[in-house]
């Protein structure tokens, strides 16, 4: 199985790149046999990515070395 | 009746009390056109102000010069507020201006005008400055008002569009005296502790007057600087401030920028369905050509009949057999034909074929053959051998040849 351990973008760029290269049609079977399986992983992959992403939103605040440090955003009018 | 002699400087001062007396030109505003606007190094600034018939000399000094959100230039038509007197050292009267107002525009947006002209010759809008935005931001550092509508529509759409992408709030205060230092510092910030891949910064709308940090040269240069790039999203659609022209991208609205800056996810969705049917559509293309190239191979004759080779070489070995044997036997024949011609000649040199044609061989005693008359002596015993049966002589006589 592959092992996806990339950013979003890396994994759509990757899928992009692997789905031409199928239609292109040139690649020996066995080749384009691995790299259905590795697009194939990437879709679920890229898909589950986005069904479980979570909204993260932080307020900045300097920390005691004017280093950023994360807290809760609470936005009121 | 006799006139009273003064000075000059008696007759100045005097005029000057009478000038200074008057309510009028203690404090008024005057319309006309500015021209000879010159700048000192003092800071002051000294200009004359005309109409079609009259002019008066006007200075407006360094601190109140200082307020102006423009710059004066000729040609323009500005109402001038301040007073009139007296200078006593050249007797000139002219008016002491605290305030100028450009006519016709607001003064805001002459400045407006004047520095958007002045950055744009220094390049900062130049498409060939502009950084590509990411395509799926990781986090976003959003640089607004923690308070009010806007930043919570951009939090709202950004979780609906691509909750992936994390979101940074850094809280400043958008309008007011502080309002652009706290935005250039945030924006430096953000970049130094690249708390981002992305900015925004903006306000929801507001009065020219409310939107006016965002034409803050500081914070129109800060922008500029950021490495990160930002997205400008500032008021209502109309409203444009410089910010925009310099900003990366310029968004419409604050919500605009939410939507601008990530993907859609639904319309991710749709895409990756779309890539999973062209992988399998081009997988079962490629199956399908592999299929119809293999039932093409098995269906030629060699595959279809496996002894065919065999039995092919079998009769190529046949043919090259009758060959080889009917060489041999035409190499046989040919050897048996030279044999028979040696035979011939050989069969015509035989001294018993001598014998036929009447000859004879004489041959001694000791079987060696005589062929010369000296070989023998009266007496001797020859042996003389003919075609068919042979005579024992005695030698009468010898003869030798001279």
Same mark, same amino acid.
Request: aromatic share 6%; net charge neutral.
């Given at each position: ?77 | ?51 079609? =018939? ?67 010759? =220094? ?135 939410? =939507? ?143």
């Amino acid at each position: 199985m592959t092992k996806i351990n990339l950013s979003f973008e890396q994994q759509m760029e990757r899928l992009d790149a692997i789905v031409k290269q199928l239609e292109k049609g040139e690649a020996p079977l066995n080749e384009s046999l691995a790299l259905f399986e590795e697009g194939t992983a990437l879709i679920a992959s890229c898909g589950k990515m986005l069904d479980e992403a979570e909204q993260k939103v932080v307020a900045l605040k300097k920390g005691e070395n004017g280093e950023p440090a994360e807290t809760p955003f609470e936005g009121g009018e | 009746m006799e006139n009273a002699v003064l000075s000059v400087t008696e007759l100045n001062n005097h005029i000057k009390d009478l000038m200074d007396s008057d309510l009028l030109l203690m404090g008024l505003a005057v319309k006309g056109e500015i021209s000879n606007y010159k700048l000192y190094p003092s800071g002051h600034h000294y200009f004359t102000l005309k109409d079609a =018939e009259s002019s008066i000399r006007c200075v407006m000094f360094k601190g109140n010069a200082s307020k102006l959100r423009f710059t004066p230039e000729n040609g323009m038509n500005v109402t001038a507020v301040g007073r009139v007197t007296v200078f006593p050292r050249d007797g000139g009267y002219q008016l002491y201006c605290t305030e100028l107002l450009p006519e016709g525009m607001g003064d805001l947006h002459i400045a407006f005008e004047q520095l958007k002209d002045k950055l744009s010759k =220094e390049g900062l809008f130049d498409a060939s400055h502009k950084k590509p935005l990411p395509k799926y931001p990781k986090t976003i550092a959003i640089i607004t008002s923690s308070a009010g509508a806007a930043v919570r529509d951009m939090i709202r759409i950004l979780g609906k569009r691509w909750p992936l992408t994390k979101v940074v709030i850094l809280p400043v205060r958008v309008q007011g005296a502080e309002a652009p230092p706290e935005i250039v510092g945030a924006i430096r910030y953000a970049n130094r502790f690249k708390v981002g891949d992305l900015i925004i910064t903006g306000r929801g709308g507001g009065s020219i007057e409310d939107l006016w940090a965002f034409n803050d040269e500081r914070v129109v240069r800060a922008i500029y600087e950021s490495e990160i790039p930002v997205i400008s999203a500032v008021g209502h659609e109309p409203d444009i401030t410089i910010s925009d022209y310099v900003a990366d991208l310029r968004a419409a609205t604050p919500s605009n920028a939410a =939507e601008l800056a990530v993907p859609d996810m639904s319309e991710m969705l749709e895409t990756l369905s779309s890539l999973e049917v062209r992988t399998l559509q081009a997988m079962h293309k490629k199956l399908s050509e592999k299929r119809a190239r293999l039932s093409d191979i098995s269906s030629r004759r060699v595959l279809q009949n496996p002894t065919a080779y065999i039995d092919q070489k079998r009769l190529e070995l046949d043919s090259v057999q009758n060959t080889l044997i009917s060489r041999y036997e035409r190499l046989i024949s040919l050897k048996k034909q030279k044999y028979i011609h040696y035979a011939a000649s050989l069969d015509a040199l035989s001294p018993l074929k001598v014998l036929g044609r009447g000859y004879s061989i004489t041959t001694n005693e000791n079987g060696t053959a005589v062929s010369s008359a000296e070989a023998a002596k009266v007496g001797d015993r020859l042996n003389v051998r003919l075609k068919s049966g042979a005579l024992k002589c005695t030698v009468d006589e010898v003869i030798l040849n001279r």
